[in-house]
C-alpha cells in the first residue's frame, strides 16, 4: 500500500512536470500550452512510456479538474455578454448538434449498423467538449469575446440537448417509453440552480466574507462550485455544467475577483495540468491499426460537421465569416463529454468493444485538432486587436 502511494505520488510529480515543460515547448512552437499537455499525456501513458498509469484515482482527480476549469470560465464570463449572445449561442447549439447528429446517422447506415446503433454514433458526434477550447481562448485573449460567450453558452445547450436525446435513444431502445422521470430530473436541475444562483450564492458569500479563517470567500466559492457539480451529476446534466453555472453566479457578486483569482492558483497548479495530461494517458491504441480507414472517414465526419454546423449556426446569428468559422472550430472537441456517451454505449450494447476503441481515437483526435485550428482561426484577429492597442498607446503618447 505505502509502495503504491509512493508511485502515485510520483506520477503526479511527473505529469505536472511534464506538462509544463511540454507545454513551455508547444508555447514556443506557436501552439497553445494546452496541445503540448496532451500530447504529454500520450507520452507519459501505456502507449509510449508506460511511466503513467489510467487509474481510478488519477481519472477522479483529473475530474476536478474539470470541474474547477469550468468553473474559473463560468467565473470569467461576462454576463452581459452572455445575453447579447443568446441568440448566437442558441444557434450555434443547435446547428452544432444537427449537422453531426446527421451526418454521424448516414456513416452508421453507411457502416449496415442498426438504426439505434446510427443514432447512437450521430449522438456521440454531437457531444461537445469545450474544456479545450476554454482553455486555448482563454490563452488567445479571446474567452472573455463575443465569440467566446457564443462557444460557452452554445456547450450548455449542447450538454442539455445531447443528454435528453440520449435518453429518448437509450430508453427507445430498450424499449421503455417512459421519460418523464428522466425530463423532470433536468427541469429540476436548472430550476433549482438558478434560483440558488439568485438567491443563496450572494448570501452565502456574505456570511463567508467575515468569518475570521483562513481563504474564507475563496472556501465559499469552492462550497458552491461542487455542491452545484454533484447536483448537475446527481440530475444527468453533467458536473462541469454545475461548475460553470456556479462561476457566474459568483460572477455577479462582489467577490469574483478574489475567487477567481485564488481558484486559478488551485487550479492551473495541480487539477487542470492533470486533467488535460489524463486525456493522453487513457488513450489507447493497441489494435486500431485495423480500423484505420474508418478511423480516418469517422474523424473527417467528426471534424467537418462540427465545424460546418457551428459555423453556420454562428453565422446566421450575425457573425462575420471569419468569426464564425472560428466558434465553429470552438466546437470541434469532444473531450470528456462523448467519451463518457461511448461508455454509456458499450455498457448498454449500442456500441461493441471494436467501435469503442475506434472512437476514443476520434475523439482524442478531434481533441487534438481543436487547440491549433484556434490558433489559425483567431491568430488574424488578435494580431489586429494587438495593433490596435499599440497605435492607441502610440497616439496617446
Known amino acids: ?5 509512493i508511485m502515485f505520488i510520483l506520477e503526479l510529480g511527473i505529469i505536472i512536470l511534464a506538462s509544463k515543460l511540454v507545454g513551455e515547448l508547444s508555447v514556443r512552437l506557436g501552439q497553445p500550452s494546452v496541445l503540448g499537455k496532451l500530447l504529454a499525456g500520450i507520452v507519459l501513458g501505456p502507449t509510449v512510456l508506460g ?8 481519472h477522479q ?4 479538474g474539470v470541474i474547477l476549469l469550468m468553473f474559473i470560465a463560468g467565473l470569467e464570463t461576462d454576463i452581459d455578454e452572455f445575453k447579447r449572445s443568446g441568440k448566437a449561442s442558441v444557434f450555434v447549439g443547435l446547428a452544432g448538434i444537427a449537422a453531426p447528429l446527421a451526418m454521424g446517422y448516414l456513416a452508421g447506415a453507411a457502416m449496415r449498423l442498426s438504426v439505434f446503433e446510427s443514432l447512437f454514433i450521430g449522438l456521440l458526434l454531437s457531444a461537445t467538449s469545450v ?8 490563452e488567445l485573449g479571446r474567452l472573455k469575446s463575443r465569440e467566446g460567450a457564443a462557444v460557452l453558452g452554445a ?3 449542447d450538454d442539455v440537448v445531447v443528454v435528453v436525446l440520449l435518453a429518448f435513444a437509450l430508453s427507445l431502445s430498450a424499449g421503455d417509453v417512459s421519460l418523464g422521470s428522466v425530463l423532470l430530473k433536468k427541469a429540476l436541475f436548472f430550476a433549482v ?7 443563496v450564492v450572494p448570501w452565502l458569500l456574505k456570511r463567508f466574507a467575515p468569518m475570521r479563517v483562513t481563504e474564507s470567500v475563496v472556501s465559499a466559492g469552492l462550497i458552491i462550485c461542487l455542491l452545484f457539480a454533484a447536483f448537475a451529476e446527481y440530475t444527468g446534466v453533467a458536473a462541469m455544467i454545475g461548475a460553470y453555472i456556479a462561476g457566474m453566479a459568483i460572477g455577479l457578486t462582489n467577490y469574483r475577483q478574489e475567487v477567481a483569482e485564488k481558484t486559478e ?3 492551473y497548479s495541480f487539477f487542470v495540468p492533470v486533467f488535460f495530461a489524463s486525456i493522453g494517458v487513457s488513450a489507447q491504441f493497441s489494435g486500431v491499426l485495423d480500423q484505420l480507414w474508418l478511423i480516418v472517414a469517422l474523424c473527417a465526419v467528426a471534424i467537418v460537421s462540427k465545424w460546418i454546423g457551428g459555423a453556420l449556426g454562428a453565422k446566421a446569428a450575425g457573425f462575420g465569416w471569419r468569426s464564425s468559422w472560428g466558434v465553429g472550430a470552438a466546437m470541434i472537441s469532444r473531450g470528456e463529454v462523448a467519451l463518457i456517451i461511448a461508455a454509456i454505449g458499450r455498457d448498454s450494447g449500442l456500441m461493441s468493444e471494436e467501435m469503442f476503441a475506434v472512437s476514443v481515437v476520434v475523439v482524442l483526435v478531434t481533441t487534438l485538432v481543436t487547440p491549433p485550428l484556434l490558433k489559425v482561426m483567431f491568430a488574424e484577429k488578435v494580431q489586429g486587436n494587438t495593433e490596435k492597442i499599440v497605435q ?3 497616439e496617446g503618447a
Open 61 to 64: 482527480i483529473s475530474q476536478l
Open 392 to 394: 492607441s498607446k502610440a
Open 1 to 5: 500500500m505505502k509502495g503504491e502511494l
Open 131 to 138: 474544456s479545450i477550447s476554454v482553455q486555448t481562448l482563454k
Open 265 to 267: 492558483a488551485i487550479g
Open 193 to 199: 440552480v438558478l434560483l440558488l444562483s439568485w438567491k
Open 155 to 157: 456547450a450548455v445547450i
Open 51 to 58: 511511466w503513467v498509469n489510467d487509474t481510478d484515482l488519477l
